[in-house]
């Protein structure tokens, strides 16, 4: 059955049409990752979801109930809308801490304003947010202020405050698109673990092999249309609709790519290109720069030259967003190929 219902959805900004005829749905425990250019309106339709911004025209249905209805909105109060909002949490791709709270504040200053109303007590509601940073991997900075966090850190945060009310669908607007490169792993690892635990989730990503590999649904966005959507491998890797094409050309084209050589022993850059790489298993995340003609650490030891002996039986390896390696199998056909 469809958690979320969104149908017909239109939204104007003065003569500029910024949504047009959005219309899809959501399985509860699925994840759908949108894609598309700056200005494809990806983040106002995550914006209209969340009551951030109001839709001219269309409706949104939660659990069968209709939130949203442009033909009726006028008689929605503001009481309303805030209850509404509820039904979704949301994380800003620059976090949006209180800066004046500490970890542990920032995640139960909402569960704390409504217990007047819910009754809940102010000792559960801590423990609650205990709970929440330990899962991100954060209880020993649960008094740390923002400033003193890394911004992958600040976005675990985030996550936690947006799990805190436990909405029915969680929405990420690009949550890895303020942080350093080598932050980028944490955080997705993150929402890849919550992905497992089947929380609904709608992420807006340039993070195209994420979105293949984690997303059970892709829709592709281009000046505010929906040009695409279905299955992410077959959108991802087989796009039907020529504007996906283009799009993704960047992706697919070895050009902009890394060569990847010598698995087994190591990962080699090509002399000519430059990427990012990351690796990922149970106890290690991290994100690591290829540079010009070096070779590139994935797990292993660095002898006295400088090389690294690839650890193939942990990792999953990712160059320039595509995975070649998933726990010591290779995921491309040759050794030495562009990837």
């Given at each position: 059955?469809?958690?979320?219902?969104?149908?017909?959805?239109?939204?104007?900004?003065?003569?500029?049409?910024?949504?047009?005829?959005?219309?899809?749905?959501?399985?509860?425990?699925?994840?759908?990752?949108?894609?598309?250019?700056?200005?494809?309106?990806?983040?106002?339709?995550?914006?209209?979801?969340?009551?951030?911004?109001?839709?001219?025209?269309?409706?949104?249905?939660?659990?069968?109930?209709?939130?949203?209805?442009?033909?009726?909105?006028?008689?929605?109060?503001?009481?309303?809308?805030?209850?509404?909002?509820?039904?979704?949490?949301?994380?800003?791709?620059?976090?949006?801490l209180f800066?004046?709270?500490?970890?542990?504040?920032?995640?139960?200053?909402?569960?704390?304003?409504?217990?007047?109303?819910?009754?809940?007590?102010?000792?559960?509601?801590?423990?609650?947010?205990?709970?929440?940073?330990?899962?991100?991997?954060?209880?020993?900075?649960?008094?740390?202020?923002?400033?003193?966090?890394?911004?992958?850190?600040?976005?675990?945060?985030?996550?936690?405050?947006?799990?805190?009310?436990?909405?029915?669908?969680?929405?990420?607007?690009?949550?890895?698109?303020?942080?350093?490169?080598?932050?980028?792993?944490?955080?997705?690892?993150?929402?890849?673990?919550?992905?497992?635990?089947?929380?609904?989730?709608?992420?807006?990503?340039?993070?195209?092999?994420?979105?293949?590999?984690?997303?059970?649904?892709?829709?592709?966005?281009?000046?505010?249309?929906?040009?695409?959507?279905?299955?992410?491998?077959?959108?991802?890797?087989?796009?039907?609709?020529?504007?996906?094409?283009?799009?993704?050309?960047?992706?697919?084209?070895?050009?902009n790519m890394?060569?990847?050589?010598?698995?087994?022993?190591?990962?080699?850059?090509?002399?000519?290109?430059?990427?990012?790489c990351y690796?990922?298993?149970?106890?290690?995340?991290?994100?690591?720069?290829?540079?010009?003609?070096?070779?590139?650490?994935?797990?292993?030891?660095?002898?006295?030259?400088?090389?690294?002996?690839?650890?193939?039986?942990?990792?999953?390896?990712?160059?320039?967003?595509?995975?070649?390696?998933?726990?010591?199998?290779?995921?491309?056909?040759?050794?030495?190929?562009?990837?």
């Amino acid at each position: 059955m469809s958690i979320l219902t969104v149908q017909h959805l239109e939204k104007h900004f003065e003569n500029t049409k910024v949504l047009n005829d959005i219309s899809f749905s959501l399985e509860e425990g699925q994840a759908l990752s949108i894609i598309g250019s700056s200005g494809s309106g990806k983040t106002t339709l995550l914006r209209c979801l969340n009551f951030l911004e109001t839709p001219d025209a269309g409706t949104i249905t939660v659990q069968d109930k209709v939130l949203f209805d442009a033909d009726h909105h006028a008689n929605c109060s503001e009481k309303e809308i805030r209850k509404n909002r509820l039904h979704f949490g949301m994380v800003f791709q620059s976090f949006n801490l209180f800066p004046q709270y500490t970890a542990l504040e920032n995640v139960t200053l909402a569960r704390e304003l409504m217990a007047k109303d819910t009754g809940e007590s102010k000792d559960a509601i801590r423990a609650a947010g205990m709970e929440l940073l330990d899962q991100m991997g954060l209880a020993d900075r649960a008094g740390h202020y923002p400033h003193q966090l890394s911004g992958g850190q600040q976005q675990r945060v985030a996550i936690a405050r947006a799990l805190a009310l436990h909405p029915d669908i969680l929405c990420f607007d690009e949550p890895t698109s303020a942080l350093d490169p080598e932050l980028t792993g944490e955080v997705l690892k993150v929402i890849r673990g919550l992905a497992e635990q089947k929380t609904t989730m709608i992420i807006v990503t340039h993070e195209m092999a994420f979105a293949r590999d984690v997303a059970d649904q892709v829709i592709f966005m281009d000046g505010g249309f929906i040009v695409e959507q279905g299955d992410p491998k077959q959108v991802i890797d087989h796009p039907q609709e020529e504007r996906t094409k283009q799009f993704l050309a960047r992706f697919h084209d070895p050009e902009n790519m890394v060569v990847a050589a010598e698995f087994g022993i190591g990962l080699n850059t090509h002399s000519r290109c430059a990427g990012n790489c990351y690796i990922e298993d149970e106890s290690t995340y991290g994100t690591f720069h290829i540079g010009f003609g070096r070779n590139i650490a994935l797990g292993g030891v660095q002898d006295a030259s400088g090389h690294y002996d690839l650890v193939t039986h942990a990792p999953c390896i990712y160059v320039d967003n595509r995975m070649i390696m998933d726990h010591g199998q290779l995921t491309v056909l040759e050794p030495s190929i562009y990837i």
